[in-house]
């Protein structure tokens, strides 16, 4: 179940990380203040780390399932 699910669960993280680096790129964001930036930027580089988690998870169950479908 877990194989299913990870691509809409990296679907729905990269569409987040997507909206918020634009968000971040525009051109009035400095004035959402301090706390908000912090926060942005603590939130990409935890999608960026939930990402790579998900990837690699993905990569080891796919390489299982091609084992087991071997044996």
């Known amino acids: 179940r877990d194989l299913e699910s990870l691509p809409a669960e990296i679907e729905t993280l990269e569409r987040e990380q997507h909206e918020l680096t634009a968000q971040m790129a525009g051109a009035d964001y400095h004035r959402y203040g301090a ?3 912090k ?3 603590q939130r990409a580089t935890e999608i960026e780390r939930l990402l ?3 990837f690699e998870r993905w990569s080891a169950l796919e390489e299982k399932a091609k084992l087991a479908g071997s044996s």
Do not use: L
Request: charged share 65%; proline share 0%; no cysteine.
């Open 35 to 37: 706390e908000r930036i």
């Open 39 to 41: 926060a942005d930027r």
């Open 52 to 54: 790579e988690n998900k």
